[in-house]
């Protein structure tokens, strides 16, 4: 990992990978420092895996994602913001990046719910509860950097598949 197209996917992972080596173990939610992260605040998001209901919940997004929804995500569940199919997609990648733990990395087409399909990069890791010590949050940075191709348009935009590559993590750690 670490050849990203976007200079703040980078950023993201150099922040991310440093800090699980320096620290031995995955970082916790509270961990996440935002200096290194500038490049890519507005491309932020972070959600929280609620045991109760097997669901997801924004806690943030950054301004550009929230622009692209039209609306702020705070609060939000993936079964309110997605089409059930993207949900299940979505929500399947988001419990194998908590349960194995792993990263999750996707390029090509993202945002496959509108009529136009964003292509860019994605890269989503875990981070661990305070409390609990098990991962329980999903951070991630969602880009669309010069380099990629620009947006186009789609018939049926419900057709874009998962993409998602899976990396564990156990590697990285001592």
């Known amino acids: 990992m670490g050849q990203f197209v976007s200079q703040g996917v980078q950023d993201f992972w150099r922040w991310w990978s440093h800090s699980v080596t320096s620290k031995g173990r995955l970082p ?55 089409t059930p199919k993207t949900c299940a997609a979505v929500e399947s ?43 329980r949050f999903v951070l991630g940075v969602t880009d669309h950097p010069p380099g990629f191709p620009e947006d186009r348009q789609t018939v049926n935009p419900q057709e874009a598949g998962d993409s998602h590559l899976f990396f564990p993590i156990d590697a990285m750690l001592p």
Not at 33 to 40: D, F, G, K, S
Not at 46 to 56: K, T, Y
Not at 97 to 125: M, S
């Open 93 to 135: 990648a988001w419990r194998q990046v908590l349960a194995q733990p792993a990263v999750a990395y996707q390029a090509g087409e993202i945002y496959p719910d509108g009529q136009t399909i964003l292509l860019g990069e994605r890269l989503a890791v875990p981070l661990l509860d305070v409390a609990t010590l098990r991962p």
């Open 28 to 82: 916790r939610h509270d961990e996440v420092e935002m200096p290194p992260l500038r490049r890519v605040l507005t491309k932020l998001w972070l959600v929280e895996w609620l045991e109760e209901s097997d669901s997801f919940r924004y806690r943030l997004a950054g301004e550009t994602i929230n622009a692209r929804f039209g609306f702020n995500l705070k609060g939000v569940t993936a079964a309110e913001l997605f």
